[in-house]
């Protein structure tokens, strides 16, 4: 099982550029979370998902657009970047609300 | 305004002894806490979890202390080993929901 797998690992992009962040999970967990860490940050929450076809805003939206279409994707987008949103990304799943979350390996982004 | 506090950027102890980190928080509703382990390049990994009706949680070599009156929760390693070196992060959350506030972590180094 390969569990939270994140896509792609790196990547560089200018100002304005759009790009879609891609998670996908073998565990068949209904919960999903997107979360950015910056430094000298804890994780912060920017959307979430309570099964397929829903989304929800967390803590940090803005900027950011999320789809859930099947339960083992979920997709983050960022339709015109800006170099606020250079961070590391990070996927997670959930099997219950409010259990222990697993984590992707990241995507370090940096918008220039 | 930081909701959770891992005061201690580092931290450093020899091979065998006691590790102890350190959480702070300040949201008195705050009832399930969290520790999770991050390696580089990878996503955090979930460690140990405590409700507010305990003041104790045990999973083998590591234990988590919560002091209600004091808002403040610690990670106990004993003993510590090299494997161990990471960063740790605690989280808290108002019930178990899906919106845990994260600290900015800690980093522990075992010297063998």
């Known amino acids: 099982n390969a569990g939270v797998t994140q896509t792609p690992k790196f990547r560089v992009l200018k100002t304005g550029q759009s790009m879609t962040l891609l998670c996908a999970q073998d565990m068949n967990h209904e919960y999903m979370y997107w979360y950015r860490q910056d430094p000298g940050m804890g994780l912060r929450l920017i959307h979430y998902s309570v099964g397929e076809g829903t989304t929800a805003k967390g803590e940090v939206p803005d900027g950011y657009n999320v789809s859930r279409l099947k339960k083992q994707n979920f997709l983050l987008g960022l339709e015109s970047a800006a170099p606020s949103q250079t961070s590391v990304y990070f996927c997670a799943t959930g099997d219950r609300w409010g259990s222990e979350q697993f984590f992707g390996p990241g995507t370090r982004l940096t918008v220039l | 305004d930081q909701q959770v506090k891992q005061n201690s950027p580092s931290l450093s102890v020899q091979e065998g002894r006691i590790s102890i980190l350190n959480c702070d928080y300040t949201n008195s509703m705050f009832d399930y806490f969290l520790w999770y382990k991050k390696y580089p390049a990878e996503g955090p990994t979930f460690l140990i979890s405590?409700?507010?009706?305990?003041d104790k949680n045990e999973d083998g070599r590591f234990t988590v202390f919560l002091n209600k009156s004091a808002k403040h929760l610690s990670l106990h390693i004993v003993p510590s080993q090299p494997g161990d070196s990471a960063v740790y992060f605690c989280?808290?959350?108002?019930?178990?929901?899906?919106?845990?506030?994260f600290g900015t972590g800690t980093r522990l180094k075992v010297l063998a």
């Open positions: 989280a808290a959350s108002v019930g178990r929901t899906y919106k845990y506030i």
């Open positions: 405590i409700s507010s009706i305990k």
